[in-house]
C-alpha cells in the first residue's frame, strides 16, 4: 500500500465520517508536512508550527461528524493552519484587554461605559481582522503583530513590496470603516495603537 492513498477528497471526507481514525492518520501524512512548513513561513518557530498543525488536526477530528467542506481539502487546510498562525501571533502580540496595553481604560477613573465601549470595540477589530482576505490578513498581521518592515515580509512571503503595501492599506480602510461610526475617546486610542 503506497504512503499517501489517492483518495479523492469526498472519499476522504466520507471516511472521515466512517472511520476517522484512519481518514485522520491519511490526512495527517498526506498534510502535516506542508501545513508545518506554510505555518513556519509566518511564525518562524519550527516547534510551535508543528504544534498548531497538530491543534488543527485535533479540531478537524472533533468536528469529523458535522464538518462540510466546500473547497479543497488542501484548501480548507491550508486557511485553517493560517488562520492558526495568526491568532497566535495576535494573542502574542495584541491584548487589547491587558492592563499593560490600555493602562489609561483600566484605572479606577475609567467608566463602566468606557469599559463596555473598549470590549465592543476589540471584538468589531478582531471580527474584521479575521474576516480580512487570507493575503491581507496575512500581510497585515505580519506588519502590527510582528512588526515587521515592509521589506521583511515581502521577502518571507515571496511578494513585492509594493504588494504589501497595497494589502495594509486595504486592510487599514477596512478596519477604518468597520470602526467608522465610532465617535469615543476609546476608538482613538485603539486606533492610534493599531494603526501607527
Do not use: G
Not at 19 to 46: E, P
Not at 84 to 93: P, V
Not at 111 to 139: D, F, G, W, Y
Amino acid at each position: 500500500m503506497p504512503e499517501h492513498p489517492n483518495y479523492t477528497d469526498s472519499e476522504l471526507m466520507a471516511l472521515l465520517k466512517s472511520d476517522s481514525k484512519k481518514a485522520i492518520d491519511i490526512l495527517f501524512r498526506m498534510h502535516y508536512s506542508f501545513m508545518c512548513k506554510s505555518v513556519y513561513r509566518i511564525i518562524r518557530n519550527q516547534e510551535k508550527a508543528e504544534d498548531l498543525a497538530q491543534d488543527v488536526f485535533y479540531e478537524l477530528w472533533k468536528k469529523r461528524e458535522t464538518l462540510e467542506i466546500r473547497t479543497s481539502v488542501r484548501a480548507y487546510l491550508k486557511r485553517a493552519i493560517n488562520n492558526k498562525a495568526l491568532n497566535y501571533i495576535r494573542d502574542q502580540r495584541m491584548k487589547f484587554d491587558s492592563d499593560e496595553d490600555h493602562p489609561n481604560l483600566k484605572t479606577p477613573q475609567a467608566s463602566s461605559q468606557q469599559h463596555l465601549e473598549a470590549e465592543e470595540l476589540q471584538k468589531i477589530i478582531n471580527e474584521t481582522i479575521k474576516q480580512l482576505p487570507e493575503r491581507c490578513r496575512i500581510v497585515f498581521s505580519l506588519s502590527r503583530f510582528e512588526e515587521l518592515s515592509y521589506k521583511e515580509i515581502a521577502e518571507k512571503l515571496n511578494i513585492s513590496t509594493k504588494t504589501v503595501e497595497n494589502q495594509i492599506s486595504k486592510a487599514l480602510k477596512l478596519l477604518r470603516q468597520a470602526i467608522a461610526n465610532r465617535d469615543t475617546n476609546v476608538v482613538l486610542l485603539a486606533v492610534l495603537k493599531l494603526f501607527f
